[in-house]
């Protein structure tokens, strides 16, 4: 019998490890992929319900036009290396809510949503590009599964997702929203939102590029959102939920040459 235990408990974990598309990373993602589409779609619907959503603007064209690309882009190479189960279920919206606000956020299911405030700051479409193949990045990469299971173990007990929503729907939301992005905070979770933001970063580059778009309007980007916030009193990088707007640049400069390599020996900037 306890030889039965360790082998379903190793099986469990087997299953439940997987491996990021690109940074290779192996990860632990227990929650039923199924299920946290489920919840992102319903997160989606009830931030759209309660803000005002530029539909019909040109800016609201544009990011919508950006989005389809990258990931009709992103979908094709999980499909050419048998990575498709990760976008099961995924349906992308791509949405612009009018708020001063200089964030994007994306939950599961491929839900995206832009504000108002970071488009001046985005410019182009290889700036909008930079902060839509981020936000792809962290949907496909699964880092909701892996920051809403530490979220229930840690606030919740460990209650499997289903009960969770069953018995404390409200407390799930709210859980959800921090997971997902929307919205912060400090305390035992940063470190893996910190490296969840740089794995974004490195996935977002690529897509961005085999996309067609300019890789180094990603630094260009966190350049003019560093001058952006100067005036902002931040939070040093070793309590903050995002690297610091210096650690990204040179980054991301750094990988833009192994980015550009990647999506040009598969054929990719031929089409663009």
């Known amino acids: 019998m306890k030889k039965l235990t360790v082998f379903c408990i190793a099986l469990v974990l087997a299953i439940a490890c997987a491996r990021v598309p690109l940074s290779d990373r192996r990860q632990f993602t227990p929650l039923p992929v199924a299920q946290m589409v489920t919840l992102g779609k319903t997160t989606y619907s009830q931030v759209l319900q309660e803000s005002q959503v530029a539909s019909t603007s040109q800016q609201a064209q544009r990011v919508k036009a950006v989005g389809e690309r990258i990931a009709a882009v992103v979908e094709e190479y999980l499909r050419n290396n048998n990575d498709a189960d990760r976008i099961e279920g995924y349906e992308w919206e791509f949405s612009v809510i009018e708020s001063n606000q200089l964030n994007a956020w994306a939950l599961p299911g491929g839900k995206v949503a832009f504000y108002t405030g970071i488009l001046p700051i985005c410019k182009t479409d290889d700036g909008i ?30 209650a499997a997702l289903q009960v969770a929503l069953r018995n404390k729907p409200q407390q799930t939301m709210q859980l959800a929203m921090t997971a997902f992005g929307i919205g912060s905070q400090v305390g035992l979770l940063l470190p893996f939102s910190r490296k969840h933001e740089r794995e974004a970063d490195e996935l977002g580059l690529y897509f961005m590029t085999m996309a067609g778009y300019d890789p180094s309007a990603a630094p260009d980007f966190w350049q003019r959102m560093m001058e952006a916030n100067s005036n902002r009193q931040a939070p040093p990088e070793l309590l903050s939920t995002h690297p610091s707007p210096y650690s990204r640049v040179r980054y991301l ?18 089409r663009y």
Do not use: C
């Not at 590009?129 to 229930?152: K, P, Y």
């Not at 400069?253 to 900037?269: H, N, Q, S, V």
């Open 129 to 158: 590009a930079t902060v839509m193949a981020h936000e792809i990045a962290h949907s496909i990469a699964h880092h909701g599964n892996e920051r809403m299971s530490q979220q229930l173990a840690v606030q919740l007990g460990g």
């Open 253 to 270: 400069r750094k990988l833009i040459p192994e980015a550009r390599a990647f999506a040009e020996d598969r054929g990719y900037l031929a």
